[in-house]
């Protein structure tokens, strides 16, 4: 897709010394006009054409930039240094692309904030359609983007920023959830980047730990929703619509990671996943490993409080539903989906009464819609069975 | 995340002398300052990328329901108690509760009889979301 040399091209234009918003901006309207011409698909079609068009594009947005700094003042424009450099090789492309992205996840930025600006800058999209994604008006987003821009104009990026805080906005990105309606698939996009930038750092086992964390659970979407849009939890899942090439695809890229023996969060996650994939029912799940994966996870990320629930899970399915009941209760009640926790564990334990209660008390403070109607309706069944002499 | 800001009809602190009169009592400019701030709201709301939706109400509504099979809708109202009514909405996509919170109080420091602000009680309700990907 023509829009993936975004990255690469805003990073070729700030290495010639454009300013970063001004260049981004150029770089859109670059785009645009690409699409025009041949259409988005026009990289997947030809192997010889992404080094043409990458040039292209270079080309039209550094001329485009020149045009908007000449219009918006003369004098600005001979304060630019342009830098006659050959063309770049990979290692300088690769260099970009993490220039860009760690400049778009910049930690002074919020995470939604970074999340739309990594959409625009990287992975090319429109004002109009991040906008749509995330069902604000496009007018909004346009602010949003300009002001990101405007906070990650004034700090300093001679060298490629942190990892760890492009790793971070593009899970935070992915777990956006499914977006329902058309536009925008936030999942695949984050994806998408998540290969880009693993690509760039190939010695870094986190960023491989992310994609393949990502492609572990995006192999499971069509399970996850029933026909009625109502979410299936894992236990309940239809495996046989899990997408099996995605799966093996990512416990590929998971092995070659924990080869490095470099063990991080993502790495702990990913493999996690990796467990309850590999298990063709849920009766078969590994929960053994899968224990030992989170008390890993929680020396490496001690605050992490979704693992910590998790965990008592686990510990209630490998050490019984009481062990995991004492697991939980060493835990703060007041944290979200600690009722829900609880509720799968009274029933585990064969409390459904107790059960039942956890579960509509969890609904009440559930945040997402498609988890509260689930919750609603474990208790519903349980108080159904409860019912039924 | 997103949250809903409702205007009622519902004034400001009990027992205080803030916008308890109603709006025909007001001048003109009075409530032309007050149109003029909710505008600035949205714009300022906008201008950080936070601003979603807005509308004002109008005060005439009514209560409907289903009448059953083959029966017209049945309606109640005008509605008892002018507190309850809602006047309008505005709903904003920020970064936290707290700057849902300080919206919301940005919304109900609108001027009202006096020039004065009105302290307005502002009902903020949260959006149920997308679920997480990863559990």
């Not at chain 1, 899942?237 to 023996?261: F, P």
């Not at chain 1, 693992?307 to 209760?329: F, K, M, S």
């Not at chain 2, 029966?71 to 309850?84: C, I, N, Q, Y």
Request: glycine share 8%.
């Amino acid at each position: 897709m023509i829009r993936e040399l975004a990255g690469q091209v805003l990073g070729v234009l700030v290495r010639r010394g454009a300013d970063f918003a001004a260049a981004e901006d150029a770089v859109q309207d670059a785009l645009v006009e690409a699409v025009r011409r041949w259409g988005s698909g026009v990289v997947d079609d030809d192997g010889d054409r992404p080094d043409d068009l990458k040039a292209w594009l270079v080309t039209v947005a550094w001329r485009k930039f020149l045009d908007a700094r000449r219009a918006a003042s003369a004098r600005a424009l001979r304060e630019v240094k342009v830098s006659l450099e050959p063309p770049s090789g990979p290692a300088e492309q690769a260099d970009d692309t993490l220039l860009i992205l760690s400049r778009c996840c910049h930690p002074a930025l919020t995470p939604a904030s970074a999340i739309a600006l990594t959409l625009r800058a990287v992975g090319g999209l429109t004002t109009a359609q991040i906008a749509r994604a995330f069902l604000v008006p496009e007018a909004t987003m346009a602010q949003r983007i300009s002001r990101a821009k405007r906070t990650v104009s004034g700090e300093r990026f001679e060298a490629p920023g942190d990892v760890t805080a492009v790793l971070r906005v593009l899970y935070l990105m992915f777990n956006e959830g499914f977006m329902t309606g058309p536009g925008v698939d936030l999942a695949a996009e984050a994806i998408r980047l998540a290969r880009q930038l693993a690509a760039v750092v190939p010695d870094d086992p986190e960023a491989a730990g992310l994609l393949a964390l990502m492609l572990l659970h995006h192999a499971r979407r069509a399970a996850r929703f029933d026909a009625g849009g109502e979410l299936v939890p894992l236990d309940r899942q239809d495996r046989s619509l899990w997408d099996t090439a995605m799966i093996a695809e990512g416990v590929g890229i998971l092995q070659r990671a924990l080869s490095r023996d470099l063990l991080g969060e993502y790495q702990a996650q990913a493999a996690i996943a990796a467990l309850h994939d590999d298990a063709a029912t849920a009766a078969e799940t590994d929960w053994p490993q899968i224990l030992e994966w989170y008390d890993e996870l929680l020396v490496l990320a001690p605050g992490n409080r979704v693992a910590e629930l998790n965990r008592a899970i686990a510990v209630g399915h490998v050490d019984g539903a009481y062990a995991g009941l004492r697991a939980l209760e060493a835990l703060d009640a007041g944290l979200p989906r600690y009722d829900a926790a609880a509720a799968y564990l009274r029933e585990l334990a064969g409390e459904r009464a107790e059960a039942a209660r956890r579960y509509a008390a969890a609904a009440e403070a559930a945040v997402s819609g498609a988890e509260r109607t689930h919750l609603l309706k474990q208790a519903a069944r349980l108080n159904e069975d409860l019912a039924t002499p | 995340m997103k949250y809903l800001l409702l205007k009622h009809y519902r004034g400001g602190p009990e027992g205080q002398d803030y916008g308890t009169a109603p709006m025909e009592e007001w001048t003109p400019e009075e409530i032309s300052a007050h149109i003029a701030f909710m505008r600035k709201v949205a714009d300022d709301l906008r201008e950080r990328g936070e601003y979603v939706d807005g509308q004002a109400l109008s005060p005439e509504g009514t209560f409907v329901r289903y009448g059953g099979e083959g029966r017209p809708p049945v309606t109640d109202g005008p509605f008892a108690e002018t507190k309850d009514l809602i006047a309008g909405w505005m709903v904003v996509d920020v970064d936290s509760e707290e700057r849902a919170h300080e919206a919301a109080a940005y919304l109900s420091s609108a001027p009202g009889k006096g020039g004065k602000p009105l302290y307005e009680w502002i009902e903020v309700r949260p959006f149920l979301t997308e679920p997480s990907v990863v559990e």
